[in-house]
Nanobody, 124 residues
């Protein structure tokens, strides 16, 4: 019983910044951590970033490394993704997801719970 709700999506110009957040509730700390994924129309859902609850370790896709930062906001179960230097190819629906222990962190199939997504559009 884990519930995830994303927020913060919107329209931003190339080179701009946006921060999306994931509010988690339920038995969230029975999971290993949270991940962010994105999916553009007609494309597969792809891994963006992830964080673990216990150690705070972070993981990033090569396409966003150096531009995006995943973080846990305070001591609660809210995880944010700060997106800087945004590019048109970052346009997608961004999803928050929770994974159990002992799984491949970057694999979409590792995650058991998913939010409904928030749209991020990067366009002039």
């Amino acid at each position: 019983q884990v519930q995830l709700v994303e927020s913060g999506g919107g329209l931003v110009q190339p080179g701009g910044s946006l921060r999306v957040s994931c509010a988690a509730s339920g038995r969230i700390f029975s999971t290993s951590g949270l991940g962010w994924f994105r999916q553009a129309p007609g494309k597969d859902r792809e891994f963006v970033a992830a964080i673990s609850w216990s150690a705070g370790n972070t993981y990033y896709a090569d396409s966003v490394k150096g531009r995006f930062t995943i973080s846990r906001d305070g001591a609660n179960a809210t995880v944010s993704l700060q997106m800087n230097s945004l590019k048109p190819e970052d346009t997608a629906v961004y999803y928050c997801a929770a994974r159990p222990y002992g799984v491949t962190i970057t694999a979409t199939t590792s995650y058991d719970y998913w939010g409904g997504g928030t749209q991020v559009t990067v366009s002039s």
